[in-house]
Every structure is written in structure tokens, then in C-alpha cells.
């Protein structure tokens, strides 16, 4: 299959280079040049499927002309060593627990499959590859740790300096070996610009070979769409009409949602929840898209004021307002509704969750209280430990941690500072090379 640019849909390359780039050079994003529809056989059989099956059922329909299935099944069996879970939480409501991987947070989906597509297309390559990665949080700890020790592969992982949580930042800034992380004196969207800016440097990638494991890359987003499949796997039968709420920074895992839908996925709504960070649910309200400087909030995830995949959501329907709002809804919450959440939904229902599960959440309840006949999934997209001082503040006592998210927070952490300037990020890359 080939994948064109959302810039200019005549510049087309195949699988393989869409992952080693990242970023187009003209700065748009890759998408499929079709998306497939999975057959009716598929769906009549879904519920004798594990995780790892769907997957490899799905991931079969996406990449089958660039990986040979053999390989693909090792690359999905080894990256997909996990489940994810959906519980009902009360009444028509269900939480899709996302955090069943090895850092605790959703983003071990995309970023553990990327590093194993990435492990796969490199056989034999006798550069080494930089991977890129800004990070407000939990990508830098699944990217950090889905490519930790993998051979003929460095990460490079940038992060907002006291913008990310005391155990986030643990998990990728103990890890050492072929990851390193830049505590950037910035907002995760600087850390953003700074990664996108390099990947068009014609300098730096004429003596680097980079890629980014941002959910601007395919190899991490696609993947991404197999776990909504999975939860309707879990459903129970008529479940009526369905409903996905989504806490959303950079808005990779609500595209990937839409993607699953476009691949007859039955979903009658999706709801993009937000902080304060209101862009796209202002667009959704009026048309009218409006970057802006992103705000710190105790959802750190999703402190983002230009969210990169906003770019996808147009192209997947046509530039469309009319289209995308029919089929999303956009809400957003501060942080002191965001806090009684997590402390009325422990409360009432016994369940916890962490601060982006919460908003989405509030979303979810928003819409079912004003529309009828739906069972509605909110996505969990980080175990609400990896938040404890958020969550604890809520609550009013404190919460347990896991044991191997505490062992991350005994260890020392190791990160270089940076300005969020281009040019001190250049002369860090060129100097990889010397």
C-alpha cells in the first residue's frame, strides 16, 4: 500500500518509508492511501478472538503488502503480550483499561508495535536510526521502553521541564543504554516544534537517519485502532447503540478510533474530551480552528494548544466541518471538575481513575445524560498511580502504587537541559554524528 502526505496527496511513498520518516518533508502527515473494510466474517467471529488474534487479523488487512504475514505475526505477538481489559463500571458505562502494559499506559499499544515494525524494516541496516520523540508524559516512558535495547536504535526523548509527573518522568529518565532524555526548559508544544523542525532540516537528515514514535507516525497510530476492536469484542450483546468517550491531547488515539470506524468499526459517536486545552472542541462547536500556547494542567497529557493529528481528522473527511462534528463531539473541563471527578466516581462507583480517564468520563456522562439507547466506553488511558499526587489530592488519603511503577521511582534520574531553541537542538543532533 502506498501512504501520501497531508500536504500534497501526490507525494506517496510505500510503508516502510512512511515509519523511517515520521514527518513528510513538506511537514504533512502520512496517511493510508486506502483504508481497509474488514469482511462481515470477521466481525461474526470476533468474540472467539484474543486480543493478539484481532489484531493480527486487522493489522493483516493494513500492512500485508509490506510485511510478510510470518513476520507480522511475530511483530504483533511480541508487541501485543498484554490485554486490555473492559469493565463495567455502572450501569451502561464501561471503562476500556488501557494500562495493562509495561509502563502503565495506553501508549504501549502503538509504540511497542512501532519499535518492533522498526526492529523488523532495519534487518540489516548499517546506520544507526534516531528516533524523535516529544513527549507531555506517557509516550516518552512506552517509547523509552518499547525501544529500550534495541540494537542499531537511539531515542531521543524531549520533554517539558516540571511539565510531566514525578513517576513519568522515572520511566524514561532512569533507563540509560541507547535512551536519552532532554528536559527542554518549555511546553510540550516547543518540544513538538522542535522535533518537527529537525525532521525538515535537509542538513541534519543528510547525516542522521531520524524518525519520530510520536503518534505522528503511522507504525504507532495504527496500531492504536485494534484495542477500540477489542473492546467491542468484550461487549455483551445488544449493547444498543455505541458510544467512545476520549481524552485527547495530541488526538493520535481518537484518529485512530475514526480510523477503526472507517474499517466498519460500529460506532455511532465519538466524544473528544479535553482540559482547558479547548482547540478542537471549540472547532467542533464553530468551524473556526484556532492554535494557541498550550496551559499546564493536572491532565498533563493532554497540555497541547496545536495538536498534530487535527491535520488527519480533516483529511479523513475531506475538510469536512459538517462531516467530523456529526461524528464527534467535543467537551472540555478544568482541573477542580476534573479532581471532584475522580473523587465522586471513586466514591460512588468504587472505581478509580486517573485524571485523563476522569475527563473523559465527564464527557461520556455529559452525553448519555442527554441522549438515550447507548452503552458508552471511556477510555483509561494510564493507571491513575502514575498520577498520585493528583489522584491522592482528590481522594483526601493515599493510593497504592504498583510494585513496577514504584521500582521506577528508586531509581536516579539522568536527562540533559536544553533550551527550547531550534539551534541548541540542531547542535545537539549534529553532534550525534561527530
Keep these: 500500500m502506498k501512504y501520501y502526505s497531508t500536504s500534497n496527496k501526490n507525494h506517496q511513498v510505500n510503508l516502510k518509508e512512511a515509519v523511517f520518516k515520521g514527518l513528510a518533508l513538506d511537514k504533512g ?164 516544534r522542535l522535533v518537527k523542525e529537525a525532521f525538515v532540516d535537509a542538513e541534519v537528515n543528510s547525516k542522521l537517519t531520524l524518525t519520530s514514535a510520536n503518534s505522528i507516525n503511522l507504525a504507532r497510530l495504527l496500531p492504536q485502532s485494534f484495542y477500540y476492536f477489542n473492546a467491542f469484542r468484550q461487549l455483551q450483546e445488544n449493547y444498543g447503540k455505541l458510544a467512545f468517550s476520549v481524552p485527547s491531547g495530541n488526538f493520535g488515539n481518537i484518529t485512530s478510533g475514526l480510523i477503526a470506524k472507517k474499517m466498519g468499526l460500529p460506532v455511532d459517536q465519538y466524544i473528544a474530551t479535553t482540559n482547558i486545552n479547548d482547540v478542537v472542541p471549540e472547532y467542533l462547536r464553530t468551524g473556526k480552528y484556532t492554535a494557541r500556547p498550550s496551559m499546564a494542567t493536572v491532565a498533563n497529557a493532554m497540555d497541547v494548544g496545536d495538536p498534530s493529528n487535527f491535520t488527519r481528522i480533516l483529511d479523513l473527511y475531506g475538510n469536512s466541518h459538517k462531516a467530523i462534528a456529526n461524528d464527534i463531539l467535543g467537551y472540555s473541563y478544568n482541573d477542580t471538575e476534573i479532581k471532584r471527578c475522580i473523587s465522586e466516581v471513586s466514591k460512588k462507583h468504587k472505581y478509580l481513575t486517573d485524571p485523563h480517564g476522569a475527563t473523559a468520563y465527564m464527557g461520556l456522562s455529559q452525553f448519555l445524560s442527554e441522549n438515550k439507547g447507548y452503552t458508552g466506553i471511556f477510555l483509561e488511558t494510564a493507571h491513575p498511580a502514575k498520577f498520585s499526587k493528583t489522584v491522592e489530592e482528590s481522594l483526601g488519603h493515599t493510593i497504592e502504587i504498583p510494585e513496577k511503577l514504584a521500582e521506577f521511582g528508586k531509581k536516579e534520574k539522568v536527562s540533559l537541559e536544553m533550551a527550547a531553541d531550534y539551534l541548541a537542538f540542531r547542535e545537539y543532533l549534529m553532534g550525534l554524528n561527530s
Design 29 to 192: 502527515l502520512y496517511m493510508p492511501q486506502s483504508i481497509p473494510v474488514l469482511p462481515k466474517e470477521f466481525f461474526a467471529n470476533i468474540k472467539k478472538l484474543s486480543f493478539r488474534e484481532l489484531s493480527f487479523e486487522i493489522a493483516s488487512a493494513l500492512f500485508h503488502t509490506d510485511i510478510p504475514l510470518n513476520e507480522l505475526k511475530k511483530i504483533n505477538d511480541e508487541a501485543l503480550d498484554f490485554e486490555t481489559p473492559l469493565v463495567n463500571v455502572h450501569d451502561s458505562v464501561y471503562s476500556l483499561e488501557l494500562f495493562h502494559g509495561p509502563t502503565l499506559a495506553f501508549k504501549d499499544v502503538g509504540a511497542r508495535y512501532m519499535a518492533q515494525m522498526l526492529a523488523y524494516f532495519t534487518r540489516g541496516y548499517q546506520s544507526e536510526i534516531h528516533v524523535l520523540v516529544a513527549t507531555s508524559g506517557d509516550t516518552g516512558s512506552a517509547v523509552a521502553n518499547g525501544f529500550l535495547g534495541v540494537p542499531g536504535i537511539k531515542v531521543h526523548i524531549l520533554y517539558p521541564k516540571g511539565l510531566v509527573s514525578y513517576l513519568q518522568e522515572k520511566q524514561f529518565t532512569t533507563l540509560g543504554q541507547n535512551i536519552t532524555a532532554l528536559e527542554v526548559e518549555g511546553s510540550f508544544d516547543d518540544c513538538q
